[in-house]
């Protein structure tokens, strides 16, 4: 059974940095993509950044140059270096895993951005 934990949020100054990390436990066959959601309250869950099976990244424009998706070739680890961390970053962030024809989701982890 394929099982997805977050970890590296907390609580950060505006300006600062935060890395997160999701471990991937279970084997898949065929792993497409993983990606970080997040979801701050009142609003929908939204994409942040995604990776593809080749390496290919996909960023929302309101991260772009400021946050970066890496996995390792395994696919039991994805990160997300986020930095120049503002609070409209504020928000649960989930981990997400597309493979073997199913999505696996993390349970998420809290980052507050105090101004």
């Known amino acids: 059974q394929v099982q997805l934990v977050e970890s590296g949020g907390g609580l950060v100054q505006a300006g600062g940095s935060l890395r997160l990390s999701c471990a991937v436990s279970?084997?898949?066959?065929?792993?497409?993509?993983m990606a970080w959601y997040r979801q701050a309250p009142g609003k929908q869950r939204e994409l942040v950044a995604l990776?593809?099976?080749?390496?290919?990244?996909t960023y929302a424009d309101s991260v772009k140059g400021r946050f970066t998706i890496s996995r390792d070739n395994a696919w039991n680890m994805m990160e997300l270096q986020m930095n120049s961390l503002n609070s409209e970053d504020t928000a649960v962030y989930y981990c997400?895993?597309?493979?073997?024809?199913?999505?696996?989701w993390g349970q998420g982890t809290q980052v507050t951005v105090s101004s």
């Open positions: 997400y895993l597309d493979a073997d024809w199913h999505t696996y």
């Open positions: 279970g084997s898949t066959r065929r792993p497409n993509a």
């Open positions: 990776i593809t099976r080749g390496g290919t990244t």
